[in-house]
């Protein structure tokens, strides 16, 4: 049940850091979107607890999973905007 819920929280904090973030070189599809607000979850849980927000083990919440999107989202905007221009 955890990997099921930690899908939905992806899918929903994919779709808001798609809405913060301007711009048309981000990554669309559900699919995508899913793996984007996911995979910004693990980035906020590694970088809360790096920081000491979280405790070993503790994950980040919807917040920490859309601040780590976006962030994954402007890397992908910086890529992708350097792989157009060269």
Not at 14 to 41: M, Q
Not at 53 to 71: C, D, K, M, T
């Amino acid at each position: 049940m955890h990997i099921i819920w930690t899908i939905i929280i992806g899918f929903i904090a994919g779709v808001i850091a798609k809405f913060i973030t301007p711009g048309d070189n981000e990554p669309s599809g559900f699919i995508l979107t899913t793996i984007l607000g996911v995979v910004g979850a693990f980035v906020a849980t590694y970088l809360g607890q790096a920081i000491g927000w979280y405790r070993a083990g503790e994950g980040a919440g919807l917040i920490g999973a859309i601040v780590g999107a976006v962030i994954l989202l402007v890397i992908w905007g910086f890529i992708a905007g350097r792989r157009r221009s060269a």
